[in-house]
């Protein structure tokens, strides 16, 4: 499978939902386009491996020495015993794993070198013109691998929770008019902001966007916001209002559109009933207050 697009048509946000949800192995190229305003501007390329649905790898080169430059850059790894321990290794393993089981590197280190790795994705949806492209049958590289995996939509849950600008998203969030509904009845298994759960409590689809944010006190924008991640992450979907019987007047009705003679009849009496009725609940209260 190869698909490709601008950031104009499909968001990151959407693109990352599609991998986890598929569960999609391969590369996913990124493609930043020039500013035109400035004149050094240039394109710049960035890939990103997933397997099974989750990031394994990242790197803004293809040459396979990104993640070497920064463990020997940082001191952890004397280059020349990496090169003799890649050698002897067999080649199915990512080398981040390798070097552990080598003892060459902590399970911290691994850590921080595949945070370094997410920081740098996280950065790329602060893109507001780019293209990309998804090939699944590239291979994946295991010397820009950890061994370490994180689902794509965790990625970018991550990654919109820290973002500053919206803009490339307003198209996709949810109407301020609209309700929430959660799609489980299930506890959420992805961890969420404070934001995230309030809105997750009132996913019963009668109560608005803009009541949610009147009612726990946070901007609209905040509110749609978190409710657009919701969604990315499969737990909830944007509804309209659902009104209950209650929410319906009475007196509003107009009941002259009966046009069944015999139903005309039928809410006559009834209409005599109830006079009698309260007719009767008078006279017995006086006359139960007069043998008091």
């Known amino acids: 499978m190869s698909l490709s697009s601008s950031f104009t048509d499909f968001s990151l946000a959407e693109l990352f939902q599609l991998i986890d949800q598929g569960r999609k192995s391969g590369c996913l190229t990124v493609c930043t386009l020039p500013d035109l305003q400035s004149p050094m501007s240039k394109s710049q390329y960035f890939y990103i491996w997933f397997r099974q649905g989750k990031v394994v790898g990242a790197a803004h080169h293809l040459h396979g020495q990104e993640l070497i430059s920064k463990m020997v850059k940082r001191g952890w790894v004397n280059l020349k015993v990496l090169e003799k321990v890649c050698n002897e290794a067999p080649t199915a393993s990512p080398l981040g794993l390798l070097l552990k089981t080598k003892s060459l590197l902590t399970a911290e280190q691994l850590n921080l070198l595949f945070a370094n790795q997410l920081q740098q994705v996280r950065d790329l949806f602060e893109i507001q013109q780019g293209v990309f492209k998804l090939d ?90 978190a409710t657009f991640r919701l969604m990315l992450a499969g737990l909830v979907e944007e509804a309209p209002i659902a009104k209950s019987t209650s929410d319906l007047n009475v007196d509003s009705l107009n009941l002259d559109v009966i046009s069944d003679p015999e139903l005309k009849y039928q809410k006559s009496k009834e209409s005599e009933v109830l006079k009698i009725s309260t007719s009767f609940l008078q006279n017995l209260v006086g006359f139960l207050k007069s043998k008091a």
């Not at 600008?165 to 992805?190: E, T």
């Not at 759960?197 to 996913?203: C, I, K, L, R, T």
């Open 136 to 225: 699944s049958k590239a291979a994946l590289p295991l010397e820009e691998m950890t061994g370490l995996s994180l689902r794509a939509t965790e990625v970018t849950l991550m990654a919109l929770r820290a973002l500053k600008n919206w803009k490339a998203l307003v198209d996709v969030l949810p109407s301020p008019s609209s309700a929430v509904k959660s799609i489980s009845h299930a506890k959420p298994q992805i961890r969420l902001h404070a934001c995230e759960w309030q809105v997750w409590e009132f996913a019963n689809g009668s109560v608005s966007l803009d009541a949610i944010a009147t009612l726990i006190d946070r901007p609209v924008a905040l509110v749609q916001q």
